[in-house]
C-alpha cells in the first residue's frame, strides 16, 4: 500500500510539474506571436539592478540570461524573462535579445525604439485560464514612499506645496511646443546644461574628461550622494518618454558668468539643443545681469528654438565671524533679499522669462521655508553644502532639485496636452522641419 502512494505522489508530483512547463511554454509562445521588433528604452546594467527594491521603485531594469537558458533557445528565454517579470513589481513589458544576452522588463512602453536585436511585448496575465496582454502606452506608475534614495529620510520628500513654490513662471504651450511635440512622436531630443559650479556637479553622462563626470550615475556616486540633478532629471525623461537617441550635453564651466558664456555659446553647447537648463545663482556676485537676456537672445536663435528653463540657486545660509558652520540668516536679512546678489539674479532671470516665455524655478523658494521650520530632512546640510551655495555634497541637494524639475517638466507637459488638443493647427502630425520659431521680442 504504501509503494502504491508513493509511486501515486511521484506521478503527481511528475504531471504537475510537466503540466507548470507546458503553460509557461504556452505562455512564451503566446508572447512571441504578440511580440513586435525593438526595444522599450534604455535600461540600467545588469550588475545594478537585481535586488526587489529595484523592481518595485524603479521604471526599468534588466537582467542578463543565464547561458544555458541562452542556448535553449528564444523560448526558453522568454519563458525564463517572463518568469522574473511576474516577480517584479513594475515589470509590465519586457525586451528580450539573444544576441546581448538581455532580458529587460519596463513599467511602461510608450514607444519602441528600432533595434533589430531585439523583440518586446507586454508580460501576460492569467485571467480566467486564458493569458492577456497588459495595455501599452499605460502611464507611469506611482513610486510608494519608501523608494526614497538610500539614507533619505523619507519624511523629508518635496510635497505639492514646495513643488508650486518653486516654479515661478511654467514656460506658455508655445515654447514648450516644440519639445513635448517631438517626444510625443517618438523622436530624439538633446538637453543641454548651461551654468558655472552649480550646473557642472548637475553631472553628465558621455564627456569623457570634463569634471560634470563626477557626478554621472557610477557605482561609486550611488554609494554616495548619487548622481547629480541634471543626471536625474534625464533619467526622469528617459523613463517617461523611452528613446535611445535621448542625450544630454552639460556645458557648464567653474567661475564663468553669462555675459562670458555668451561670448563663446557654440563651444558650450552644440547644437542642436532642444532644452536648456540654465544654472544661475552660483556666480551671482560676479554676474552681469543684463547678460542673463543676453544669453536667453542668443539661445532662442539657435535652429532649433530650444525650451528654456531658467533655475536660480542662492546662498541659503551665513558664515557669521568666526563659526565653521552656516547659519539661516536673519529674519531681518531674508527681508531683505531681494537687495543681495542672488535676489537681484533672480529678479533679472523672472524679467527674461516673463519676456520670452521661458521657464523659472528658484530652488531657495521652494526649500528655505521648510529648512527655517526645521521640517524633517531640511536641515542646512540636507540642502546644502557647508559653503551655502553649492549642493552637490549636500545629503539630499541633487535629490530635492531633481524633484523641483521633474514636477515642472510633468506640469508643463499637463498644459501642452491641453493646449495641442484644443488649439488650432496643434495636430499630432509629425513636425517637418525643426523650423517653428516663436518672434524673439525686440
Known sequence: MWLICAMLTIAQTS?????????????ARQWLRAAQPGHCGE???????????????????????PADVKRAGMEASVTWCLKQCTSCTNCRHASISLIHSDCSWHAHCHRRVSLADFVSGPQLLSRGGAYRATTLGAPPLQLPTDCAPVGHNVTGMLDRATHRRAVTRIAPPAATDTLFRRLSQGLPVRVGVLGASVAQNGGCLTQPGKRCMQHAHTAANKAANGPGFAVRFFEHLNVSFPHVGHALHNGGADATAPQHMVRCLLSHLPPPVHMVVIELGSMAQYQEHVAIEALVRALLSLTPQPLLVLLSVRKMCVHPRGANEGRLPTRAKQRGFNETHWGKSEQAAEQACERYGAACLSVGRALLPLVAARRAGFELADVVQPDCLHIAKSRHGPSYV??????????????????????????????????RRRAVPP
Open 43 to 65: 535600461t540600467k546594467g545588469h550588475e545594478e539592478w537585481h535586488d526587489a527594491r529595484s523592481c518595485a521603485c524603479e521604471h526599468s531594469g534588466s537582467w542578463e540570461l
Open 15 to 27: 504531471a504537475g510539474a510537466m503540466n507548470a512547463t507546458d503553460l509557461a511554454g504556452k505562455k
Open 402 to 435: 531633481a524633484s523641483l524639475l521633474t514636477h515642472w517638466f510633468q506640469s508643463a507637459h499637463a498644459r501642452w496636452r491641453v493646449w495641442a488638443s484644443t488649439h488650432e493647427g496643434s495636430d499630432m502630425r509629425p513636425v517637418r522641419r525643426d523650423c
